[in-house]
């Protein structure tokens, strides 16, 4: 196991075989983004694009109370009142939206608790989400009276479709863990003492999957999101046809025809 400084203790993270664990601590506050989390988490995801050992990504919170409970509501007299302070605030927002972008690893959000506001879109930065039963959803900017960036819209739309993402904006009521299975907000729904498993067993297995293939799935995934006028389609086909030209696409096919488990290198 190797940890990685990131500079708060609010923010931690460790890579144990391959897979990166990224833990929002926090717990005193229920995990809430607090301005040194914020300020943190860009470099750390940088270090973790950078880092050819790591091939899966698992955020989480800290403790069993909340994945991330949203931002920390007491720094906003301070960081969010005057524009020069929010134009900051927003910045630090972009940076961290621009990091998850450019992070070509597969990512996994493991979700006990509340997953609230600024938790929720941190959570929609994952590609998979996976959620105990007691984990609770929402967004309560309208109870709150800020505005709420078209990003974040955005993201959420994307998701659960205009219709889901207006009701839970307009009303800032909590989802459960099953109404947001069913609306596809979450990948699957797990008794809570099987949640810590079920990731581990699913990181596991991604990380033991080709990662030029991994990569490649993503890079269109992500593409298939954006504007198809504005797609990168010339990347995401170089990519693919990395994939049959690495050593990995030979493992595989050696692998199936001695009927074992195929060694990838990412090669």
Same mark, same amino acid.
């Given at each position: !196991?190797?940890?990685?400084?990131?500079?708060?203790?609010?923010?931690?993270?460790?890579?144990?075989?391959?897979?990166?664990?990224?833990?929002?601590?926090?717990?005193?506050?229920?995990?809430?983004?607090?301005?040194?989390?914020?300020?943190?988490?860009?470099?750390?995801?940088?270090?973790?694009?950078?880092?050819?050992?790591?091939?899966?990504?698992? !955020?989480?919170?800290?403790?069993?109370?909340?994945?991330?409970?949203?931002?920390?509501?007491?720094?906003?007299?301070?960081?969010?009142?005057?524009?020069?302070?929010?134009?900051?605030?927003?910045?630090?927002?972009?940076?961290?939206?621009?990091?998850?972008?450019?992070?070509?690893?597969?990512?996994?959000?493991?979700?006990?608790?509340?997953?609230?506001?600024?938790?929720?879109?941190?959570?929609?930065?994952?590609?998979?989400?996976?959620?105990?039963?007691?984990?609770?959803?929402?967004?309560?900017?309208?109870?709150?009276?800020?505005?709420?960036?078209?990003?974040?819209?955005? !993201?959420?739309?994307?998701?659960?479709?205009?219709?889901?993402?207006?009701?839970?904006?307009?009303?800032?009521?909590?989802?459960?863990?099953?109404?947001?299975?069913?609306?596809?907000?979450?990948?699957?729904?797990?008794?809570?003492?099987?949640?810590?498993?079920?990731?581990?067993?699913?990181?596991?297995?991604?990380?033991?999957?080709?990662?030029?293939?991994?990569?490649?799935?993503?890079?269109?995934?992500?593409?298939?999101?954006?504007?198809?006028?504005?797609?990168?389609?010339?990347?995401?086909?170089?990519?693919?046809?990395?994939?049959?030209?690495?050593?990995?696409?030979?493992?595989?096919?050696?692998?199936?025809?001695?009927?074992?488990?195929?060694?990838?290198?990412?090669?």
């Amino acid at each position: !196991m190797s940890r990685i400084e990131t500079g708060t203790e609010k923010l931690l993270a460790e890579v144990v075989d391959g897979v990166a664990r990224v833990t929002f601590n926090n717990p005193a506050k229920r995990n809430a983004l607090s301005f040194e989390i914020r300020a943190a988490l860009p470099k750390l995801l940088q270090s973790l694009q950078d880092d050819p050992a790591v091939r899966v990504v698992v !955020m989480t919170g800290a403790g069993s109370e909340a994945f991330v409970s949203g931002a920390d509501i007491s720094e906003f007299g301070q960081q969010r009142t005057s524009p020069e302070s929010r134009a900051e605030y927003d910045r630090q927002g972009t940076d961290s939206f621009r990091a998850w972008a450019t992070l070509d690893k597969p990512v996994i959000a493991m979700i006990r608790g509340f997953c609230i506001g600024g938790g929720l879109i941190t959570a929609l930065q994952a590609d998979i989400r996976i959620a105990s039963e007691d984990a609770q959803f929402g967004v309560p900017a309208a109870r709150l009276g800020l505005g709420y960036g078209f990003g974040g819209v955005e !993201m959420l739309a994307q998701v659960v479709g205009a219709s889901w993402a207006a009701e839970i904006l307009f009303s800032a009521r909590r989802l459960g863990a099953a109404e947001a299975l069913a609306i596809g907000l979450v990948n699957r729904v797990v008794a809570g003492e099987k949640l810590e498993s079920e990731v581990t067993e699913l990181a596991r297995s991604i990380r033991d999957n080709a990662p030029l293939t991994v990569a490649a799935c993503k890079a269109a995934l992500r593409e298939l999101r954006r504007d198809p006028a504005k797609r990168d389609l010339a990347r995401v086909n170089a990519q693919v046809e990395a994939c049959f030209r690495s050593e990995d696409y030979k493992e595989g096919q050696r692998a199936f025809l001695e009927k074992r488990r195929p060694r990838f290198t990412g090669s």
